[in-house]
């Protein structure tokens, strides 16, 4: 099983900063299927980047995905009021799928 | 608009037995394999199960295997999970998300409905 580790755990920034979030695999990730996930309170995740760096439908140019092997990063170029929340990776390249802790973007 | 409604969760007791359904709708049911997906309360992710767009393979996590069964009626636009000998680490908020394949492999989840909570307590 492939071991997700995310970095930090919480991240304090202000709106308008740029936010860099960290995804390490314990092995490789198969042809970087990788996703990121966006939970805001009491809602359900949101899936924001998948096979590493595609956007899904609806999401903002701000948000951005890169990486491949074991390092991933999802990066949020000016950080809105509305993106303070928790970001998990998700690697469904090899059975079984698995997920990261997450990391808390929270407002410094 | 693709929707994906779940209901059933409440109180059970540890050994006990709970009935999730997922009712879809916004997108042909029948050709998505579906999941769920749970999370312990301020806890993290964990992918519960799998079953293909036809209901004819299914995943199950080590965690739940030969205690939960999932399954789904095309028909009735709905998925299922029963659960059985339940535990105090089945306690959860559990979600039905879709997946991008047909089949059972390891996927990315691009829907989710709001989740439905299932507290194991005596």
């Known amino acids: 099983e492939i071991v997700l580790t995310q970095s930090p755990g919480t991240l304090s920034l202000s709106p308008g900063e740029r936010a860099t979030l960290s995804c390490r695999a314990s092995q490789s990730v198969s042809s970087s299927y990788l996703a990121w996930y966006q939970q805001k309170p009491g809602q359900a995740p949101r899936l924001l980047i998948y096979d590493a760096s595609s956007r899904a439908t609806g999401i903002p140019d701000r948000f951005s995905g890169s990486g491949s092997g074991i390092d991933f990063t999802l990066t949020i170029s000016r950080l809105e009021p509305e993106d303070f929340a928790v970001y998990y990776c998700q690697q469904y390249g090899s059975s079984p799928g698995t997920f990261g802790q997450g990391t808390k973007l929270e407002i410094k | 608009e693709v929707q994906l409604v779940e209901s059933g969760g409440g109180l059970v007791q540890p050994g006990g037995s709970l009935r999730l359904s997922c009712a879809a709708s916004g997108f042909t049911f029948s050709t998505y394999g579906m999941h769920w997906v749970r999370q312990a309360p301020g806890k993290g992710l964990e992918h519960v199960c799998a079953i293909s767009s036809n209901g004819g393979s299914t995943y199950y996590a080590n965690s739940v295997k030969g205690r939960f069964t999932i399954s789904r009626d095309n028909s009735k636009n709905t998925l299922f999970l029963q659960m059985g000998s339940m535990r105090a680490e089945d306690m959860a908020f559990y979600y039905c998300?879709?997946?991008?394949?047909?089949?059972?492999?390891?996927?990315?989840?691009?829907?989710w409905g709001r989740g439905t909570l299932v507290t194991v307590s005596s």
């Open positions: 998300s879709r997946g991008t394949y047909t089949g059972i492999r390891p996927d990315r989840f691009d829907y």
